[in-house]
């Protein structure tokens, strides 16, 4: 099975050898909300007017997509793009777990109880796959290197890949100089590649959520 975004986006924080609690993937949630609203923006669900969102002609299948079109289009008022994530979190907020679901049936990873310090009830994900991981990271670092990426679904992974600061968990075999290396190349490429104005909106909140902790 081919692994969507928010997927490969939640491998890429995955740590092989290490405790990954679940906890440290829910702040996560409203990111991979936005890889929604980018798709909704596509397909000229969402429309924007002066950095407001109104609704366009609703075509997906997706019942969660239904409920936020029916939000935005009922309002008495337009709003920005942070004011309806942050009114569609508070209704859906099961980005992450859906998504680590995908990877546990995959077999990829696999989701126990734990304790944090002993004391607190959590959730822990182990690698089962790295693999998966170490493949998906060599795909990326080839296109890094090369400087040539065409895809949407891509270029949004190397971008929050850059947004959320992932190079020292998604590249963990490789050292900081290595790294910083692949960071500079990284973010040369994305600067070359034009936005839409809906594209740049979505990325300017996904950087904002990035400094204020939701990453």
Do not use: C
Not at 17 to 23: A, D, E, V
């Amino acid at each position: 099975m081919e692994l969507g975004t928010r997927e490969k986006l939640l491998l890429l924080k995955i740590q092989a050898n290490k405790r990954n609690y679940y906890s440290s993937f829910k702040v996560l949630e409203r990111t991979l909300l936005l890889f929604e609203v980018l798709e909704m923006f596509r397909d000229k669900e969402f429309v924007l007017e002066q950095k407001r969102i109104t609704a366009g002609k609703f075509i997906s299948e997706n019942a969660r997509k239904k409920i936020f079109f029916e939000m935005v289009k009922n309002a008495t008022r337009k709003r920005k793009l942070y004011s309806w994530v942050e009114r569609f979190y508070r209704k859906k907020n099961q980005y992450v777990e859906k998504s680590l679901q995908i990877l546990e049936r995959e077999k990829i990873i696999k989701i126990e109880k734990a304790k944090i310090l002993n004391l607190f009830p959590s959730k822990k994900i182990e690698l089962l796959k790295p693999n998966v991981k170490i493949q998906l990271v060599n795909s990326l670092e080839n296109i890094i290197v090369n400087g040539k990426v065409s895809d949407k679904e891509t270029i949004l992974l190397l971008r929050e890949l850059d947004n959320k600061f992932y190079y020292q968990v998604a590249f963990e075999a490789k050292d900081w100089r290595e790294r910083s290396k692949l960071r500079k190349q990284n973010r040369k490429m994305l600067k070359k590649i034009t936005m839409e104005p809906y594209e740049k909106v979505v990325n300017d909140l996904s950087l904002h959520l990035s400094y204020n902790g939701f990453a």
